[in-house]
């Protein structure tokens, strides 16, 4: 079973809404809350690029061009990161990646990835 499991892709038109949810089974739920987590994508051609993140100290940031649409929420009983993407625009069209990381392992550990394709 992977350690992350990204879920809540689709496609969908522009001005539309979804939710990515990123899951993480294997991880001991006591300690879900020690991890930083993010949401990055990747189009084609192009690199992957931070999209969200939200730091064990509450911390969030986002991508100049999501700030206003996007939110990022974790539900630590549920060992669950989310991105509710709002007023989705086709340059919004990517596949879009779970990601954890601590301070001792800055590398840490990426989903699969879920493909979000914006399109009329």
């Known amino acids: 079973q992977a350690q992350l499991v990204e879920s809540g892709g689709g496609l969908v038109q522009p001005g539309e809404s979804l939710r990515l949810s990123c899951a993480a089974p294997?991880?001991?739920?006591?300690?879900?809350?020690?991890?930083?987590l993010a949401w990055y994508r990747q189009a084609p051609g192009k690199e992957r690029e931070l999209v969200a993140s939200i730091t064990t100290d509450g911390s969030i940031n986002y991508e100049d061009s999501v700030k206003g649409r996007f939110t990022i929420s974790k539900d630590n009983s549920k060992k669950t990161v989310y991105l509710q993407m709002s007023s989705l625009k086709p340059e919004d069209t990517a596949v879009y990646y779970c990601h954890r990381w601590t301070s001792t392992d800055p590398s840490g550990v990426w989903g699969q990835g879920t493909q979000v394709t914006v399109s009329s």
């Open positions: 294997r991880t001991i739920t006591s300690t879900y809350w020690t991890y930083n």
